[in-house]
């Protein structure tokens, strides 16, 4: 009697907060006692909204009470320690809402240390020794604590299931196997579980060779492949731009030959003409001297005589017939030269777009589910932009490439071949392999959310252009009310859950692609099954303006 009074009086004293004996003890309005600092911080979280409530029956107080010293609990708390009583011992542990009970406890229930599968009760360390100690007792199964004991009884008969139906496949207790399962093939419940884990590992350890056998193995050789294909792509390659080097070389000293063998010819052709034309000046500047030393002669006829000696000139090397290039002698060398390098960079662009289609991603994974949640989904997630250099010129992208917006007036925009000229549509920057998921945002009357090869024609209104009308792309047009389904010009018309915010997951390697309705649930609109052959882009078009749409941020 006197444990029971200690008992007792411990629960009596004890700060329902920080579960120790009161310090400083105060008594709110309700008639509750707390420590002083417990209820203080308590209440401190709650002055934003201005109502402060007791933590046990949650009764509010407006304004905050002051708090005030409960004198009376206070000598009570220290004459209990006087008498030895401090804080409960650590393995002194009440239950909170997550923890298991002990069924025997009255009051404060403390923590279960065990369950017991033939009591179907739970019980404390010190409700828990009879279990140890009485020998009847040690004959039964005890377990971790557990809620879920009642599961165990038999709903008809209250009677605790220790055996199983295999007919039924389920658990039942003696009484039914007489009755509703007379006649059924019955084991005891020991014996089933006994036989399904040998069952279970065998197969497990089945698995576990399979594995090891075949699917390692299977990996393994993969990454032999791999690494060979690699190995020779990058030797064909080497040889290949080697070569490619070599002739640019040859060609290279060809020019710079042919060069240099014009610049000798025309330099000796100006040289020529220049020696011909020092020759002319220094005849005509003797014959300027002698006719100034004739000119002083007073003999008219001696002047008449020598007459003819200068005036027969020779033949001038009139201007006219020397060609001057201003500063522009090689240019179309140059010229020439500059075009070659243009469209071999064309071509080398263009080359590495399909080695780069063609290099795609190696996948090998082992089969995976695919997701069924949003959680699931977002364990993909991808953060997309869109590319300005595949935007229509009506269309007015954000800052980030984030959002693009259906616009009747034109954007000016670079000329791009990426462009698409006619349509209003736009691409992603990102190019997708493996495992992606992503959400678009749409607003306005039309949008269409689409997934296409980048190969995709670009210039002009035809079916090869548009979004949904070939077999490069797939496009799930968002109308206010349904939706449509577009693929080589197919046409699927739906309806669903009408949602702001379209979900997109793709796995690439298993070509799967779906598209969701996303909300408070997510909900499948359209799956597709194909074999993709290239990486995928994600894709926006609009159908009328002020329409817009967004890749919002999930990480």
């Given at each position: 009697?006197?444990?029971?009074?200690?008992?007792?009086?411990?629960?009596?004293?004890?700060?329902?907060?920080?579960?120790?004996?009161?310090?400083?003890?105060?008594?709110?309005?309700?008639?509750?006692?707390?420590?002083?600092?417990?209820?203080?911080?308590?209440?401190?979280?709650?002055?934003?909204?201005?109502?402060?409530?007791?933590?046990?029956?949650?009764?509010?107080?407006?304004?905050?009470?002051?708090?005030?010293?409960?004198?009376?609990?206070?000598?009570?708390?220290?004459?209990?320690?006087?008498?030895?009583?401090?804080?409960?011992?650590?393995?002194?542990?009440?239950?909170?809402?997550?923890?298991?009970?002990?069924?025997?406890?009255?009051?404060?229930?403390?923590?279960?240390?065990?369950?017991?599968?033939?009591?179907?009760?739970?019980?404390?360390?010190?409700?828990?020794?009879?279990?140890?100690?009485?020998?009847?007792?040690?004959?039964?199964?005890?377990?971790?604590?557990?809620?879920?004991?009642?599961?165990?009884?038999?709903?008809?008969?209250?009677?605790?299931?220790?055996?199983?139906?295999?007919?039924?496949?389920?658990?039942?207790?003696?009484?039914?196997?007489?009755?509703?399962?007379?006649?059924?093939?019955?084991?005891?419940?020991?014996?089933?579980?006994?036989?399904?884990?040998?069952?279970?590992?065998?197969?497990?350890?089945?698995?576990?060779?399979?594995?090891?056998?075949?699917?390692?193995?299977?990996?393994?050789?993969?990454?032999?492949?791999?690494?060979?294909?690699?190995?020779?792509?990058?030797?064909?390659?080497?040889?290949?731009?080697?070569?490619?080097?070599?002739?640019?070389?040859?060609?290279?000293?060809?020019?710079?030959?042919?060069?240099?063998?014009?610049?000798?010819?025309?330099?000796?052709?100006?040289?020529?003409?220049?020696?011909?034309?020092?020759?002319?000046?220094?005849?005509?500047?003797?014959?300027?001297?002698?006719?100034?030393?004739?000119?002083?002669?007073?003999?008219?006829?001696?002047?008449?005589?020598?007459?003819?000696?200068?005036?027969?000139?020779?033949?001038?090397?009139?201007?006219?017939?020397?060609?001057?290039?201003?500063?522009?002698?090689?240019?179309?060398?140059?010229?020439?030269?500059?075009?070659?390098?243009?469209?071999?960079?064309?071509?080398?662009?263009?080359?590495?777009?399909?080695?780069?289609?063609?290099?795609?991603?190696?996948?090998?994974?082992?089969?995976?589910?695919?997701?069924?949640?949003?959680?699931?989904?977002?364990?993909?997630?991808?953060?997309?932009?869109?590319?300005?250099?595949?935007?229509?010129?009506?269309?007015?992208?954000?800052?980030?490439?984030?959002?693009?917006?259906?616009?009747?007036?034109?954007?000016?925009?670079?000329?791009?071949?990426?462009?698409?000229?006619?349509?209003?549509?736009?691409?992603?920057?990102?190019?997708?392999?493996?495992?992606?998921?992503?959400?678009?945002?749409?607003?306005?009357?039309?949008?269409?959310?689409?997934?296409?090869?980048?190969?995709?024609?670009?210039?002009?209104?035809?079916?090869?252009?548009?979004?949904?009308?070939?077999?490069?792309?797939?496009?799930?047009?968002?109308?206010?009310?349904?939706?449509?389904?577009?693929?080589?010009?197919?046409?699927?018309?739906?309806?669903?859950?009408?949602?702001?915010?379209?979900?997109?997951?793709?796995?690439?390697?298993?070509?799967?692609?779906?598209?969701?309705?996303?909300?408070?649930?997510?909900?499948?609109?359209?799956?597709?099954?194909?074999?993709?052959?290239?990486?995928?882009h994600a894709g926006l078009c609009f159908f009328c303006t002020e329409d817009s749409a967004e890749f919002c941020k999930l990480k």
């Open positions: 009697m006197a444990q029971r009074g200690l008992q007792l009086d411990r629960d009596t004293f004890v700060c329902p907060i920080c579960l120790d004996l009161l310090k400083d003890p105060v008594t709110i309005p309700c008639g509750h006692s707390y420590c002083k600092n417990c209820i203080k911080d308590h209440w401190d979280t709650e002055d934003e909204k201005g109502i402060h409530s007791c933590p046990q029956c949650r009764k509010s107080f407006t304004p905050r009470p002051e708090l005030l010293k409960s004198t009376m609990l206070a000598v009570l708390v220290e004459e209990l320690k006087k008498t030895g009583l401090q804080a409960a011992p650590a393995d002194f542990c009440y239950a909170g809402p997550e923890d298991v009970a002990c069924d025997v406890c009255t009051g404060r229930k403390l923590k279960a240390l065990k369950s017991c599968l033939v009591c179907l009760a739970s019980y404390c360390e010190k409700h828990l020794q009879p279990h140890y100690e009485s020998a009847p007792l040690k004959k039964h199964k005890l377990v971790e604590p557990s809620e879920k004991l009642q599961e165990n009884i038999c709903s008809r008969h209250d009677e605790v299931m220790k055996m199983f139906c295999r007919t039924d496949q389920q658990c039942i207790c003696y009484l039914c196997s007489v009755e509703v399962h007379k006649g059924h093939d019955t084991v005891s419940a020991e014996a089933e579980r006994t036989e399904r884990q040998r069952e279970l590992e065998v197969r497990i350890q089945q698995s576990i060779q399979d594995r090891c056998e075949k699917d390692v193995k299977v990996l393994h050789q993969e990454v032999e492949a791999i690494n060979r294909s690699a190995d020779k792509t990058v030797e064909n390659s080497e040889k290949i731009f080697t070569e490619l080097i070599r002739l640019m070389e040859k060609r290279r000293s060809d020019v710079k030959q042919q060069v240099r063998s014009q610049q000798e010819t025309e330099v000796s052709r100006v040289r020529e003409l220049q020696e011909k034309l020092e020759q002319e000046i220094t005849e005509l500047k003797r014959k300027d001297a002698e006719l100034k030393k004739l000119s002083h002669t007073q003999d008219h006829n001696q002047f008449l005589h020598n007459y003819p000696s200068l005036s027969a000139l020779s033949e001038s090397t009139h201007s006219s017939s020397i060609n001057i290039r201003p500063l522009s002698y090689f240019e179309d060398v140059t010229a020439a030269v500059s075009e070659v390098r243009d469209k071999l960079q064309d071509v080398l662009r263009q080359k590495q777009t399909n080695v780069s289609m063609t290099v795609t991603e190696v996948e090998v994974s082992l089969s995976q589910p695919e997701p069924k949640t949003r959680d699931d989904l977002l364990k993909y997630s991808r953060e997309i932009t869109l590319d300005p250099n595949t935007a229509n010129t009506k269309l007015l992208l954000s800052k980030g490439n984030r959002r693009a917006s259906f616009r009747i007036q034109q954007q000016c925009y670079p000329s791009h071949p990426d462009r698409f000229t006619d349509r209003p549509q736009v691409l992603s920057r990102e190019s997708l392999t493996g495992r992606c998921y992503w959400e678009v945002e749409r607003r306005g009357l039309g949008v269409g959310v689409v997934v296409t090869y980048k190969n995709i024609r670009r210039a002009g209104e035809s079916g090869e252009c548009r979004f949904g009308y070939n077999d490069k792309s797939w496009m799930l047009f968002c109308y206010t009310d349904s939706f449509h389904f577009h693929y080589n010009s197919v046409l699927k018309l739906f309806s669903g859950p009408q949602s702001s915010r379209i979900g997109v997951y793709l796995d690439h390697s298993a070509g799967i692609l779906s598209f969701y309705s996303v909300s408070e649930t997510i909900t499948l609109l359209q799956r597709v099954h194909t074999t993709f052959t290239q990486p995928l």
